[in-house]
T-cell receptor, first 115, second 112 residues
């Protein structure tokens, strides 16, 4: 049973470019959350997708957008890249339950460097 | 920000010693979770404690929760070099938000 997979592992872009990161959730999971983790910091919540819709959003500009597909996989898109977007981008999957979120399963992340 | 804060930011101990990390948060929670991250890669869930629980054990891990003080602690007993990692607390806030907010993390170094 595959866990959460993310691609690519590493990515180098230049300022102003656009980037797309991909995530396949753990089998049986229907919810995908994206996090940005700067060096030495804790993960910052970007947004969460469930039933192909953005359900929750953190304090990130509209340059950050996403999508969830019918097979529950997800993409994170960042437009007009800034140097400050350099970070580890983590995808996490979970199963929504009525009583609230249980534990998250994380992928290994995509290390994005913006030059 | 609703982010919790861990204390200390960094901790260095010898193998066999116990390690204690603390987490403080700001508002009422549904549950609190602890995660480990090795070498800046994906996080791994360690343990979850619900708001109506005060203490929970899992192997060498012991977690306490004090909702009156809005704080939690993670104790790792008989530490090993393999425990070297960053440890984060994460909280789910009231309501069905299903949004997990992470703290700032404690970097633990266990010297062999």
């Amino acid at each position: 049973d595959a866990g959460v997979t993310q691609s690519p592992t590493h990515l180098i872009k230049t300022r102003g470019q656009q980037v797309t990161l991909r995530c396949s959730p753990k089998s049986g999971h229907d919810t995908v959350s994206w996090y940005q983790q700067a060096l030495g910091q804790g993960p910052q919540f970007i947004f969460q997708y469930y039933e192909e819709e953005e359900r929750q959003r953190g304090n990130f500009p509209d340059r950050f957008s996403g999508h969830q597909f019918p097979n529950y996989s997800s993409e994170l898109n960042v437009n007009a890249l800034l140097l400050g977007d350099s970070a580890l981008y983590l995808c996490a999957s979970s199963l929504v339950i009525v009583s609230g979120l249980e534990k998250l399963f994380f992928g290994s992340g995509t290390q994005l460097s913006v030059l | 920000s609703q982010q919790g804060e861990e204390d200390p930011q960094a901790l260095s101990i010898q193998e066999g010693e116990n390690a204690t990390m603390n987490c403080s948060y700001k508002t009422s929670i549904n549950n609190l979770q602890w995660y480990r991250q090795n070498s800046g890669r994906g996080l791994v869930h360690l343990i979850l404690i619900r708001s109506n629980e005060r203490e929970k054990h899992s192997g060498r891990l012991r977690v306490t929760l004090d909702t009156s003080k809005k704080s939690s602690s993670l104790l790792i007993t008989a530490s090993r070099a393999a425990d070297t990692a960053s440890y984060f607390c994460a909280t789910i806030y009231g309501g069905a938000t299903n949004k997990l907010i992470f703290g700032t993390g404690t970097l633990l170094a266990v010297q062999p």
